[in-house]
């Protein structure tokens, strides 16, 4: 397992099938927070529950630039994203449960509903409620960045005529 913030990283590394996975980096001596610890513990479980350590291996950073949602899962990549805000919060394992799922339900049936069945049996099997969409109220997400449009002249019937010239 990769875990990376703006300059973090942590590796988990499995020295033999069976063993159980080490941690290195500082993330997870809480020199990067709690939370780091909190997804690297939550990442150690899962490989358990799931009983699949290619877990381990799934890479899982935060961005602040993460605005519309808590989590998103880059299967193909197996990579997942959080929102910084996120880290501080008593619902981070459920979510990084929600996004690892999606990725090792990709990995086990390839492309299928992002919340269906598969999905649905791999979040239940971990020990949480599969939900889709959640509104925590122990944190707020950044407010969503706006494109600004540039704004136009209006075209001039003069303006018009030369540009057909």
């Known amino acids: 397992m990769t875990l990376s913030g703006p300059t ?6 499995v020295a033999e099938p069976g063993a159980e996975p080490t941690t290195e980096g500082t993330a997870c001596d809480g020199a990067a927070g709690p939370g780091h ?6 990442l150690r479980r899962l490989a358990r529950v799931y009983d699949d350590e290619r877990v381990l291996s799934i ?11 808590l989590g998103r899962a880059h299967l193909s990549r197996g990579e997942v994203v959080l929102t910084e ?20 339900a990709f990995w086990r049936h390839g492309r299928i509903r992002p919340h269906g069945a598969a999905w649905k ?22 407010p969503r960045r706006r494109r600004r449009r540039r704004a136009r002249r209006p075209v001039t019937l003069t303006g018009f005529l030369r540009s057909l010239l």
């Open 121 to 142: 049996e791999l979040v239940r099997v971990a020990g949480h409620t599969p939900i889709v969409s959640m509104a925590p109220l122990d944190f707020r997400l950044p």
């Open 59 to 69: 890479s899982v950073r935060t961005s602040r630039r993460l605005t519309a949602s």
């Open 85 to 104: 805000a996120l880290l501080e919060s008593r619902h981070l394992e459920e979510v990084v449960t929600h996004e690892i799922a999606h990725v090792v």
């Open 8 to 13: 973090r990283r942590v590796a988990a590394r």
């Open 37 to 42: 610890a909190r997804i690297a513990g939550e």
